[in-house]
């Protein structure tokens, strides 16, 4: 099965639970389970190349220029946690089946639980690292929802909430550590930044980076003095934790550490932040464990513990730490796992997670408490269980090390740990299940159903035949993973064994495990002493920090952003001009190489209509309604000089748009006050008038020296002069342009059109359904109005010009592709012919002659350009690509089809729509109850008898 | 020529920029209306000015053509301008309808309140 499929199955499978929870829990949780296994099945027919050293590839350019490849690699380290992630999935999603009550969503769940499965799969499958980062991110996102899966608890939220800010803005700092290590290589590729070794710790670089990486993986995986979001992550249902800090998220970090291991490890930088981080984390999660009274904060504490000294070994930076390392991830993945469904059984059974509170529970739960105290004891690192082979190891691999020249220390820290370990696993076993049995457990315990208890059985199992024929069940796939880990060098000799002999490491695990019962025995005593000490509460100062952020951020967002949208405009500008003034003064300009056009009389007496009606809207603005009777001027002058300079098409356009908005504004100052009053200081207006002035000249300035110069670089408009009509099949080369060559710029632009329609109406939807109707009801008009509001010569003037507008709106469009003209335009003057009937005949008569609703109109013209632009890839061509051709039907003569007419047909729906819908929704604000009976035309021979008929009944 | 359109140009973004600098909604929609004649007319003249060439291909002669790009840029934002300018006059007369005040700066009454609706 492709790499590609493997990473993507939980994800397309996350989809089925979601709907199959219609079908019941079990529809629900079969769909999970059958899409994990089919995930697993994936990877297991990859075993043969695995196990002989091969890596299986996947590859795919996503966007190349960026470095960002969807490449992704199967070796020995990947395999082995995508294995632990799918596995141990599949034994969770049976767990959750029996766990979760009927109140929970399930199929929420097992879409969230399979969410972070496809991410989980996907880092340890990517060979990419900025692949791995987006599947990185995605691990924080999915393991926040489900943390937070029960809602309805407070604890969870906040835990959910601590885990995402931890994790993420280690994930952040992980990027900017992952983007250095690319710009050192030169690649984003881990197959190839794996090669690098001497690159990468030569450069100056190297430890930016390394400390950025390990602050992400540090942070996923618990590390002090970032451990303390895991144990309020425990707020989660028994399976999330028992899936996401056994063998899944916290493991990630884990991951990072031995898949950069080969170009990271081996300096004294990564020791010696590496190893200590990983030796505090141990002693430290190890102590607090033993004094925690809730199962799962126990287990949380020593997961914390164990990471801490998985950390460390791959800190030792030898080769055979890493065997260790790998060794003792499978290991605490087996028996954590179980550890934690345990305790949900315990949990679920009794009603209690409180260590208090329980005790006695090996005669009612006898199955639970096999398999709790099995995998208790393995963790605490007893004989025969696979726990006691990798701490053996790893307390053989700290005696070799030395901390500072000292040959104590390590060891020493490491033995204190293993005995906090040994003697919380004691207290595991002995405060749940030992003791004499209680009478006050809040519910009846027994032993659960078959369903709950059958993953941590099997988990178990794992745990004792590991222990005792670990070379060959598990020895190859070590061998394998390990040489993958330190970057396919020669293994080092180690062995897989129970008995090595009377080693330091034996000694010191006999000291361990008597230390542990002896600690066990004074945990009355020693648990006062815990109490009576001072602790720094983690959740407090965690909490203090966001506080402190928070304010900040909100100070300098009300600072920067306090909604004087003037102050912004001002700023904004000032900045715009002094960019300017910085370029102009550090670049060169060059010489003119353009002769001026000569300047004749009547553009003259255009550019003085312009300046003078402009001068008249900045002196006179405070009157409204000269001031739009001057901006119309304005736009009639823009548009004839477009005319006059070569630009038809533009001329059509700006004047049938000027003739739109012209009517947008009227009608809008209906209801706005006619008369701006003086607001500003005479001071203010003062400045703004030199801002303006300056940065009028500035871009007059510009445009001048540009159009004195000829074009800095060859323009691509030759391409466009020259293929139009070849290519394009129309001579008006701007239309050609809008419906071919730029054609998806044009349909981009439909849709922004039709987007902008629909906001006003829905801005119109939403304002008129609060209390502004009924003010725009009362609402006394700022006019005296006309006593004919729909005068006869309007009305019939507009009915006999409807058909003559729509006959140039068709002539308009039908010319577009070879004379000025086209979809734009056409829809702007179909859209006047409608208005003109709106403005003469009434709002109301013209709607009730509406056949269609303009949504719809711009609906169809997105459509319709868009079914024009995949009709291409029939003819696998690109989107939009275009066709012509002659047609001759005799007798007319010759002419010419062009796909781009059908695009240029759907520009012309939206535009026709899009102006509608916007008029249309301001005229709803003028409608008035009563309307409807005034008759706009006074002479309608249907309505009722003619007056010379009554006139001839009178006489009769 | 070129002279007039650059004055023009210029003209039109002084007054327009004066404008939007108001503290009223209809003066800023007037400014950004001028704003949009000369940022259009702008783009425009980047294609540089011609005279009787238009960029309409003539199949019996041989004739100049003024550049068709910059054309085909400004005629979709004279039209996209023109939603622009509804949205704003629609988002401005509802502002006014349902709170009765044009201006378009928020008051530091304004924070107070809408970070009492906030909470």
């Not at chain 1, 900025?130 to 943390?147: D, P």
């Not at chain 1, 044009?746 to 502004?772: D, H």
């Not at chain 2, 003209?11 to 001028?34: E, K, M, Q, W, Y």
């Amino acid at each position: 099965m492709s790499l590609f499929l493997i990473a993507a199955l939980p994800f397309l499978g996350a989809v089925f639970p979601a709907l199959l929870i219609r079908a019941g829990r079990n529809a629900a949780a079969s769909a999970a389970g059958l899409t994990t296994f089919l995930a697993l099945m994936g990877l297991l027919i990859h075993i043969p190349s695995v196990m002989r050293g091969d890596v299986v590839t996947a590859r795919f350019d996503w966007i190349p220029r960026l470095g960002l490849n969807a490449n992704f690699m199967l070796d020995g380290l990947g395999f082995l946690f995508a294995l632990l992630i799918l596995v141990i999935g599949l034994l969770i999603i049976l767990y959750a089946r029996f766990y979760l009550s009927r109140e929970d969503p399930m199929g929420q769940f097992y879409t969230y639980l399979l969410l972070f499965q496809g991410a989980m799969v996907g880092i340890v499958l990517s060979d990419n690292i900025l692949l791995l980062i987006v599947f990185w991110e995605l691990t924080s996102l999915s393991s926040f929802l489900l943390i937070g899966y029960w809602k309805h608890l407070p604890d969870g939220r906040q835990g959910a909430r601590m885990a995402l800010a931890v994790t993420g803005s280690g994930g952040l700092a992980m990027i900017a550590g992952m983007l250095i290590l690319g710009n050192i290589v030169g690649s984003y590729d881990l197959s190839v930044i794996l090669q690098n070794k001497a690159l990468i710790q030569a450069s100056p670089y190297y430890l930016p980076a390394l400390i950025l990486i390990l602050l992400g993986a540090f942070t996923k995986s618990a590390q002090f003095p970032f451990h303390f979001w895991l144990p309020h992550a425990m707020a989660a249902p028994t399976p999330v934790s028992a899936y996401l800090h056994s063998a899944t998220m916290v493991k990630a970090g884990l991951f990072l550490m031995a898949r950069m291991w080969p170009v990271l490890a081996g300096t004294d930088a990564w020791f010696y932040i590496v190893a200590t981080t990983g030796l505090i984390t141990m002693l430290l999660g190890a102590v607090i464990a033993l004094f925690k009274d809730d199962l799962k904060a126990l287990l949380a504490f020593s997961t914390v513990s164990h990471l801490g000294l998985i950390t460390m070994l791959l800190g030792f930076g030898t080769k055979i730490a890493a065997v260790a390392a790998i060794f003792h991830i499978i290991n605490h993945a087996t028996f954590k796992a179980a550890l934690f469904m345990t305790a949900g059984i315990v949990d679920h059974e009794t009603g209690t997670r409180n260590l208090k509170r329980l005790g006695g529970l090996r005669h009612l739960m006898p199955i639970t408490f096999t398999i709790g105290t099995i995998a208790a004891l393995s963790m605490a690192g007893l004989p025969p269980l696979n726990g006691f082979l990798s701490k053996e190891m790893m307390l053989e691999e700290t005696v070799h090390t030395t901390w500072l020249h000292s040959h104590y220390l390590v060891p020493g820290l490491a033995l204190l740990a293993a005995l906090f370990s040994a003697a919380y696993s004691f207290r595991f076993v002995s405060h749940v299940f030992l003791g004499a049995q209680r009478e006050d457990y809040p519910t009846h315990p027994h032993d659960p159903p078959v369903g709950l208890w059958l993953a941590p059985a099997l988990l178990v199992v794992l745990v004792v035949l590991i222990g005792l024929n670990s070379a060959a069940l598990v020895g190859p796939l070590i061998a394998v993973v390990t040489s993958a880990v330190i970057g396919g060098e020669k293994l080092p000799y180690y062995s897989l064994k129970l008995w090595h002999g009377f080693t330091p490491a034996l000694y010191m695990s006999v000291v361990a495990t008597l230390g542990g019962l002896f600690l066990l025995a004074l945990h009355k005593r020693g648990e006062q002493v815990w109490n009576a000490l001072p602790r720094p509460e983690a959740k407090v100062i965690f909490e203090a920090i966001i506080d402190a952020l928070t304010r900040l951020s909100r100070w300098i967002t009300d600072e920067m952003h306090n909604g004087v949208l003037s102050r912004y405009a001002i700023i904004f500008v000032a900045f715009t001009v002094g960019l300017g003034y910085y370029a102009y003064s550090t670049g060169t300009i060059g010489v003119e190489t353009r002769v001026p056009l000569p300047a004749q009389i009547i553009p003259i007496i255009g550019w003085i209509c312009l300046v003078g009606a402009t001068l008249g809207i900045m002196w006179f603005h405070r009157n409204r309604l000269l001031s739009l009777v001057l901006i119309g001027v304005v736009g009639l002058i823009v548009s004839v000089a477009f005319n006059y300079l070569s630009a038809p098409d533009l001329a059509l356009t700006q004047i049938s748009v000027e003739v739109v908005t012209m009517i947008l504004l009227l009608l809008s100052l209906n209801f706005l006050p006619t008369e701006t009053p003086w607001d500003s200081s005479a001071a203010r207006r003062w400045r703004d008038a030199a801002i303006s002035v300056i940065a009028g000249l500035g871009t007059g300035a510009l445009v001048y020296a540009m159009m004195m110069r000829d074009f800095a670089f060859p323009t691509i408009s030759e391409f466009h002069l020259a293929n139009s009509y070849k290519g394009g099949g129309g001579t008006n080369v701007v239309n050609v342009i809008l419906v071919d060559f730029r054609g998806f710029d044009t349909f981009g632009e439909i849709i922004v059109l039709g987007i902008a329609a629909l906001i006003i109406f829905a801005l119109t939807e939403s304002v008129l359904s609060t209390n502004v109707r009924s003010y725009l009801l009362n609402r006394k008009p700022h006019w005296p109005q006309s006593g004919d509001s729909h005068p006869l010569m309007m009305v019939v003037a507009t009915r006999v010009m409807m058909p003559i507008a729509l006959m140039v709106g068709a002539y308009i469009f039908f010319r577009g592709h070879n004379q000025p003209g086209g979809g734009f335009i056409a829809g702007l003057i179909v859209a006047i012919a409608y208005l003109m009937q709106y403005m003469a005949s009434g709002y109301t008569w013209a709607i009730e002659r509406q056949r269609f609703y303009y949504h719809g109109t711009i609906g169809w013209g997105v459509l319709i350009a868009a079914a024009t632009g995949l009709g291409a890839w029939f003819n696998e061509r690109p989107f939009l690509t275009s066709d012509f051709g002659y047609l001759h039907w005799p007798p007319l003569e010759e002419f010419e089809w062009a796909t781009a007419m059908l695009f240029d047909t759907g520009v012309f729906l939206a535009v026709l729509g899009a102006v509608m819908l916007a008029l249309d929704s301001l005229s709803r604000f003028a409608w008035q109850p009563g309307m409807a009976q005034e008759f706009p035309m006074d002479i309608n021979p249907l309505r009722d008898s003619p007056p010379e008929q009554e006139q001839e009944k009178e006489q009769a | 020529m070129e002279a007039l359109v650059a004055s023009a140009v210029g003209i039109l973004t002084a007054a327009g920029i004066f404008l939007i600098l108001r503290r009223r909604t209809f003066p800023v929609i007037l400014g950004l209306s001028l704003i949009t004649y000369a940022v259009n007319v702008f783009l425009f003249a980047t294609g540089r000015l011609a005279l009787n060439a238009p960029p309409v291909l003539n199949k019996y002669k041989d004739v100049a053509y003024t550049d068709p790009l910059p054309q085909a840029l400004v005629l979709t934002a004279i039209v996209i301008s023109f939603g622009m300018t509804a949205v704003i006059v629609m988002i401005s007369l509802s502002a006014y309808l349902s709170s009765k005040d044009d201006h378009i700066d928020m008051t530091a009454q304004d924070s107070v309140d809408a970070a009492g609706e906030d909470a």
